[in-house]
């Protein structure tokens, strides 16, 4: 499904970005920076909730805006009741509205936010995410100091939080439309491949938004997916090729490939969690639009919706993807 | 596109993981902890004055106690994720499932924490070892007269 917004602006992003992420090819981009996994705190999970409360401060700072200020929030995040984003909220003064699609979360959550401010009842939402490498290990694979090795096609949780501003006060950047995708299951039982659980939801959500705002991939200076990783972006292509005929070309990248340093680190097949992508984007790619570099640009947050339970219980894991576009005005 | 054609396609695109480079690192890890642990018999024996029951046991707690001593430093499980099966196969791979284990969940207190999880992920070599060890022992006991 496909809505087109009239009065939903960019007012403002802020990024926070832990270990390895601020040593990759986006260094030097970020808002604020912590180099150890605790960041001064007691638990990997107390550390993300720190960073998720910095990360909004660090925008209202940087808007120029108090937390009255705010209509709403929406916030998600990895772990189970999404626990972070819940109690970061505990410590702000801001109504709030968690949300979760896995690692899609963050186009979930400008799409509902941007439904919530078009109508001009309310002035300004904020969509936040957060991730963090270590709390993702536990929840959803192993100990953090168990060193069993992964196949390639693992990815590696990247550890920070982001945060977005919505107005519907005219700015440079307009959220035009999102599409929002269906839930698709094609029998991958990988837990240690998202790459190819998520492909073919990415697949499909671009071809909807593509149909239903009739334009083609060579509208868009920028298609960016959230994180199939190096050998899913691979798949996307010959995927969109055979199932929709849509031919991809040089303007498609994933964030799952850049966000990391691949030549020093041993990150497998790249970044994944709701912050992988919005780093990118908020740090690089809306940086990079403000100065007219890109004009038109589709992001395809993409989301593996696994749970560990199900797939002990031999369930093949479903993905959902959704699709924002940004356009410079 | 049917699953199994989508299959296919994946297939088509999954790295390859080189079997014969990580069996050749498997191979040549696990005999060193072999050697050492020979090396180990042999100190223990002739340094000590101790039997060679008393020595192998002793050299298998210190084993353990490496193992334990090097995942708590952090470190072990860089060690694990190159060396591999050479590595996690031995009983210092046991001792490092179990220690991660603990460290993982010491925040949680002793209770729900580290006792309700320290097990987690080598429970079932536990509990499997000793079902093995009962099936065994009374093969043993009926057909070869214990």
Redesign the interface.
């Known amino acids: 499904m496909n809505i087109k917004f009239n009065n939903v602006y960019v007012e403002g992003v802020s990024t926070v970005a832990g270990p390895f992420v601020i040593e990759g090819p986006l260094k030097g981009k970020f808002d604020k920076t912590f180099n150890d996994f605790y960041d001064g705190e007691k638990t990997f999970e107390q550390c993300e909730i720190k960073e998720l409360v910095e990360c909004v401060k660090v925008l209202l700072n940087k808007t120029n805006t108090n937390e009255e200020d705010i209509n709403v929030a929406l916030s998600a995040d990895l772990m189970n009741q999404i626990t972070i984003s819940n109690f970061a909220f505990s410590k702000l003064n801001i109504p709030y509205l968690g949300i979760y699609n896995a690692c899609a979360s963050m186009c979930e959550g400008i799409l509902l936010a941007s439904c919530i401010i078009d109508d001009e009842k309310t002035k300004r939402a904020i969509v936040t995410t957060s991730s963090h490498n270590m709390t993702a290990e536990r929840q959803y694979r192993n100990p953090v100091e168990y060193g069993a090795p992964k196949p390639k096609t693992s990815t590696f949780t990247v550890t920070g939080a982001t945060s977005i501003m919505l107005t519907n006060n005219k700015t440079d950047i307009k959220v035009t439309s999102a599409t929002i995708g269906k839930v698709i299951d094609m029998g991958v039982m990988n837990v240690f491949d998202m790459g190819s659980v998520m492909t073919p939801s990415a697949a499909y959500t671009l071809n909807e938004h593509l149909k239903s705002t009739n334009t083609t991939v060579d509208d868009y200076d920028l298609i960016l997916t959230g994180d199939l990783g190096v050998y899913g972006k691979k798949i996307f292509i010959d995927y969109c090729k055979e199932e929709y005929n849509i031919k991809i070309g040089d303007n498609y990248d994933d964030s799952a490939t850049i966000i990391y340093d691949y030549q020093n680190e041993d990150i497998y097949a790249g970044g994944s969690g709701p912050s992988c992508l919005p780093l990118v984007v908020y740090s690089d790619i809306i940086p990079k639009m403000k100065s007219r570099e890109l004009k038109k640009v589709l992001l395809i947050a993409t989301g593996a919706l696994m749970s560990p339970t199900t797939c002990n219980q031999k369930l093949s894991i479903p993905s959902v993807s959704h699709a924002i576009c940004l356009e410079v005005i | 596109?049917n699953?199994q054609k989508?299959?296919e396609?994946?297939k088509?695109?999954?790295?390859k993981?080189n079997k014969v480079k990580?069996m050749i690192i498997a191979f040549v890890v696990g005999g060193l902890i072999g050697v050492l642990g020979q090396l180990l018999v042999d100190i223990y024996i002739n340094v000590g004055s101790i039997s060679k029951d008393e020595a192998t046991s002793l050299m298998m707690v210190t084993l353990i106690f490496l193992s334990c001593l090097f995942?708590?430093i952090?470190f072990?499980?860089?060690?694990?994720?190159?060396a591999?099966a050479g590595l996690?196969v031995p009983i210092t791979g046991f001792a490092?499932?179990t220690?991660?284990?603990a460290?993982?969940?010491k925040?949680e207190g002793f209770v729900m924490g580290i006792g309700s999880n320290i097990f987690?992920?080598s429970g079932s070599v536990i509990l499997y070892g000793v079902i093995a060890a009962y099936v065994f022992g009374i093969i043993r006991f009926v057909f070869f007269g214990g």
């Open positions: 596109m699953k989508y299959q396609l994946t088509k695109h999954s790295p993981e990580n995942t708590a952090g072990f499980d860089n060690w694990v994720a190159k591999g996690f490092h499932a220690t991660s284990s460290l993982d969940y925040k987690k992920l």
